[in-house]
């Protein structure tokens, strides 16, 4: 397995735009996390799913922003009308469930930059 | 929700110098991990230490739980090592999403 794998790695896009990034976990891993980061800040929770469902969405992830995770595999983040606060390193995660060990493994990210 | 100090905030080193990076947080944690953040913004991950020492090569860690930190500890520092460390901490009874510091940013020069 090559790791968290994020596609693609940068995208620049008009205001008013949609966008679409993806995320394929470690295969093993049956969570999956997205975090943003914006500049010298560390990066911060926005949604994760157990397998195909989304568990927890944070008060960040506005009505603009949408992730699936429709087969439990790899997952989706979506973000309508883009805004130029939107621009931002995002983030995507993955880790087991299993007792005693929930270590985090991160993607390369998806950096956006809304123009 | 938990809150995570890391400190100092930023580090500047010569090459060969030893160093000790610092994590406070405000709850009990079920998990604990250090990362490296590259150049190009990926995390790499360090240390996976909710409790207790670990070592792997010039890197050691040691998390005290009860007393709520963790220390990262590099030796003999090297160019490669600068960039920024972040510290993230899952708390007890919680969902295992990750809440991070904000960072501290190690420069080491030749």
């Known amino acids: 397995d090559t790791g968290v794998s994020q596609d693609p790695r940068h995208k620049i896009t008009k205001r008013g735009q949609n966008v679409t990034f993806r995320c394929d976990p470690i295969?093993?891993?049956?969570?999956l996390y997205w975090y943003r980061q914006t500049l010298g800040q560390g990066p911060e929770f926005l949604t994760y799913?157990?397998?195909?469902?989304?568990?927890?969405k944070s008060r960040l992830l506005s009505d603009r922003f949408s992730a699936e995770r429709p087969k439990g595999s790899f997952s989706t983040l979506e973000i309508q009308r883009t805004e130029q606060g939107d621009s931002a390193m995002y983030l995507c995660?993955?880790?087991?469930?299993?007792?005693?060990?929930?270590?985090?493994?991160f993607g390369q990210g998806t950096r956006l930059t809304v123009v | 929700g938990i809150q995570v100090e890391q400190s100092p905030p930023d580090l500047i080193l010569q090459e060969g110098a030893n160093s000790t990076l610092r994590c406070n947080f405000s709850d009990s944690v079920n998990n604990l991990q250090w990362f490296h953040q590259n150049p190009w913004g990926q995390l790499i991950n360090l240390f996976y230490i909710p409790s207790g020492t670990k070592q792997n090569g010039r890197l050691s860690a040691t998390t005290v739980a009860t007393e709520r930190y963790s220390l990262l500890y590099i030796s003999s520092s090297q160019t490669t090592d600068s960039g920024v460390y972040f510290c993230?901490?899952?708390?007890?009874?919680?969902?295992?999403?990750?809440?991070f510091g904000k960072g501290i940013t190690l420069s080491v020069r030749p």
């Open positions: 995660a993955s880790s087991s469930s299993g007792v005693g060990n929930t270590e985090a493994f």
């Open positions: 295969s093993e891993h049956n969570r």
């Open positions: 799913f157990q397998n195909e469902a989304q568990l927890e």
């Open positions: 993230a901490v899952e708390p007890t009874g919680a969902n295992s999403k990750l809440t």
